[in-house]
């Protein structure tokens, strides 16, 4: 059974590859907004036909949607490139625990607040006068790094730009899921996973 990784990077190859397509045929309008239409068409008759996972089902509807309502704003070939792209190398990286620890070292490099050797287990708030922070309970952290990856699932509680943490994740070949202010133990932080092997069940945390 295809994964959820497996299952969107199928889709936003064969999304890319029939707007390449397109783009090859004679006579064909090549602007922002017939390229959008294009892949919202293409997009929906997929969905109609399930030609794809049902594990995508609901970020296909969603942007189906997006593209009839925002129309080139929706920038769907971006989002293709940026899933096929992010995701791919997610899928190549064997060493999760390995790359999570490089990530923390450039981030504490790059000034941020890094704690891993505190317990979280209840509501918590952090003084940090402002400065980029990243919390990991010592628990996860000390049990759930086996070797070079990860045994179990660990939680990320992270103040920043959220996109200055997708980039940096991206970097390292991780995907964390999307940030979640409500989940999140530490105040005016969101909580984001980082599961084994970077196999998230949803769509992942994606740069811009």
């Known amino acids: 059974m295809a994964t959820y990784n497996q299952a969107i990077i199928e889709f936003a190859q064969a999304g890319l590859a029939a707007l390449e397509t397109r783009s090859q045929s004679k006579n064909v309008v090549k602007t ?17 036909e399930r030609r794809f996972s049902k594990l995508i089902a609901k970020e296909l509807s969603k942007w189906v ?7 080139a704003n929706a920038q769907l070939a971006s989002l293709l490139q940026r899933i096929s792209s992010q995701y791919q190398a997610a899928e190549e990286n064997q060493a999760i625990g390995a790359s999570l620890n490089a990530m923390l070292l450039e981030l504490n490099d790059n000034n941020w607040l890094v704690i891993v050797d505190s317990e979280v287990t209840t509501k918590l708030k952090l003084d940090s006068n402002g400065q ?9 952290y000390e049990g759930h790094i086996k070797g070079d990856n990860l045994s179990k699932s660990i939680t990320l509680y992270v103040r920043s730009n959220e996109q200055e943490l997708a980039q940096i994740a991206a970097k390292h070949g991780l995907l964390l899921s ?15 996973k980082l599961c084994p092997n970077n196999q998230q069940a949803e769509m992942a945390l994606l740069v811009s």
């Open 32 to 48: 922002a907004d017939a390229e959008s239409h294009f892949l919202c068409n293409w997009m929906a008759q997929a969905l109609k």
């Open 65 to 71: 949607r997006d593209g009839r309502s925002m129309g």
């Open 132 to 140: 980029n922070s990243l919390v990991i309970s010592d628990e996860q």
């Open 178 to 192: 999307q940030g979640d202010k409500k989940a999140s133990l530490i105040k005016h932080h969101k909580a984001y």
